[in-house]
């Protein structure tokens, strides 16, 4: 069971837009940053959204990130077929001490 | 460019012990805090601990607290995963990861994994 929560999967056709929730608690969404991986089957995750709606260099301006409360949310938008992948978000946890990470959502570009 | 080598998994029995290293190279290693962070396969991500630039602060989830020691060494631009006692649920790929800036969730480089399997 993760910390943060993610639904297992998300699909869209070509074109559209799509967007994929993390819900947490004030430990870690509501007081935190949230972070965005992207991780392409077989390979390592890779930064794409920081500070919850800020995008390291390189990142299409397709993809967007957004926090309200303890919850967040990632929009990919002119969804193409190489946006399928998983994406994990990502807080660090006050209780806890310790980074934690939602289940991760599977992206099916139909 | 950065760069980030895991090495050190294996297959190994439960109980036993390994030791995982990663290599850094491509920035100045000793600026970053560095993680560890493991998949198990056909699951998510999990964040396992983290050390700071000098080594004083360190951090592991509870799920291996007790049981795995991170540690650095600067010199060499490297830093380890020793791990004990370990158990089936261990099995995973074990990725290391560069902490940017003063963000404590922000990897932005990550290594290419290494696979651990605890399987008698």
């Known amino acids: 069971q993760s910390v943060l929560t993610q639904p297992p999967s998300a699909s869209g056709t070509p074109g559209q837009r799509v967007t994929i929730s993390c819900s947490g608690s004030y430990s870690n969404v509501g007081d935190n940053y949230v972070y965005w991986y992207q991780q392409l089957p077989g390979t390592a995750p890779k930064l794409l959204i920081y500070?919850?709606?800020e995008r390291p260099s390189g990142v299409p301006d397709r993809f967007s990130g957004s926090k309200s409360g303890t919850s967040a949310s990632l929009a990919i938008s002119g969804l193409r077929s190489e946006d399928e992948a998983d994406y994990y978000c990502s807080s660090w946890d006050d209780s806890l001490n310790g980074v934690v990470f939602g289940g991760g959502t599977k992206l099916t570009v139909l | 460019q950065v760069q980030l080598v895991e090495s050190g998994g294996g297959l190994v029995k439960p109980g036993g012990s390994l030791k995982l290293s990663c290599a850094a190279s491509?920035?100045?290693?000793?600026?970053?805090?560095m993680n560890w962070i493991r998949q198990a396969p056909g699951k998510g991500l999990e964040w396992i601990s983290l050390?700071?630039?000098?080594?004083?602060?360190?951090y592991y989830a509870d799920s291996v607290k007790g049981r795995f020691t991170i540690s650095r060494d600067n010199a060499r631009n490297e830093v380890y995963l020793q791990m004990s006692s370990l158990r089936a649920e261990d099995t995973a790929v074990y990725y290391c990861?560069?902490?940017?800036?003063?963000?404590?969730?922000?990897?932005?480089?990550w290594g290419q994994g290494t696979l651990v399997t605890v399987s008698s």
């Open positions: 050390i700071s630039v000098s080594g004083t602060t360190i």
């Open positions: 990861a560069r902490r940017d800036l003063a963000e404590l969730a922000r990897f932005g480089s």
């Open positions: 491509g920035f100045t290693f000793s600026d970053h805090y």
């Open positions: 500070r919850n709606n």
